[in-house]
């Protein structure tokens, strides 16, 4: 889903004086937190707090964890009803909103369709028709049924694989967010593996978190500027040997055309399930959707015929939101 380890936003707090920075390595990426507080020890202790917090989500959500929720329901026959944990089973219950709300473009049971395509070292291979059909059976939420009574899912189709990785760095920043509040330290700014951008809140002599969007290949040409003052930012793109499944085309094959895609929303959850989901989504659906959801911005970067090439013409859709496009 979310091209790992790679920078798609840069952060212009890096510059910003007075702020403590702390990092942390899980989930396969680098979670950063920015501080604004006269209390550097007590800031140090706050950020420990959250990311333990990611690191007790790890257990819990990610696919490479044995006992894991997720790696349970992963391993589950048929009709099995598996009993999740809280957190687990609200991201679930987001993945499920954010399937309908993309009419599937976002599904995080796209597990069978990367199996086929990729080798271990993520490069493309061809599958077979037969290993393709049988992944595309495999696919799709509607195969996952959730019980707001006992937090539980039921699995209805046996061997469909669930990854949270499209969306579990966003619940893990919104899930941080609520940490520092809590510890009083909400002039704050969240980073999940740079792909993910989370304003807590913003310090009372700032107008907001300096934010610079740079090509994913030719890292000097910037694309956008702005100052994110609320909510969130998230990116995903093709770029480095990733690749997004188009899990809405009848082959479920990797998406062409598009380079990368950032999204801001009022969440971090829905920032990171919609730079998924917009890779795919045609360029009016994504207008339809910014204008049913207000806080919603996307910029699209076409896939230029060569990824070494800059300048290519990039589309923005929903409110501005001081967005300042450098081509």
Known sequence: MKSQGEQVVDCGSRTIQDAHH??????????????????????????????????RLELEMSRFISNSDISRLNDAVCGETVDLGMDVFECLSRAREMYDKTNGAFDISVGALYSCWLNDDRTLRQPSDEELARACELTGLDHLKLSDEDFSAEVLTEGVQFDLGGIGK??????????????????????????????????????????????????????????????????????????????????????????????????????????????????????????????????????????????????????????????
């Open 22 to 55: 702390f990092a942390h390595e899980a989930m396969a990426t680098v979670f950063e937190i920015y501080i604004i507080d006269d209390d550097e020890r007590y800031a140090r202790q706050g950020a420990q707090a959250a990311f333990a917090e990611v690191d």
């Open 170 to 327: 966003g619940y893990a920043a919104e899930k941080m967010a609520e940490i520092l509040r809590e510890w009083s330290l909400g002039q704050a700014l969240v980073l999940a593996g740079a792909s993910s951008v989370l304003s807590v809140s913003l310090p009372k002599d700032m107008t907001g978190w300096p934010i610079k969007l740079r090509h994913p290949v030719n890292r000097e040409d910037v694309l956008a500027r702005f100052e994110l003052t609320e909510g969130a930012i998230s990116g995903s793109g093709n770029q480095k040997g990733q690749h997004i499944i188009d899990v809405r085309s009848v082959e479920g094959v990797p998406v062409k055309g598009r380079l990368a895609t950032w999204t801001m929303a009022p969440d971090a959850v829905a920032a990171d399930a919609l730079s998924t989901a917009f890779m795919m989504l045609s360029a009016e659906e994504i207008d339809d959707y910014c204008l049913a959801n207000p806080g919603t911005t996307a910029i699209i970067l076409p896939h230029g015929g060569s990824e070494e090439s800059s300048g290519q013409v990039i589309e923005s859709f929903g409110q501005s939101r001081g967005l300042e496009l450098s081509a």
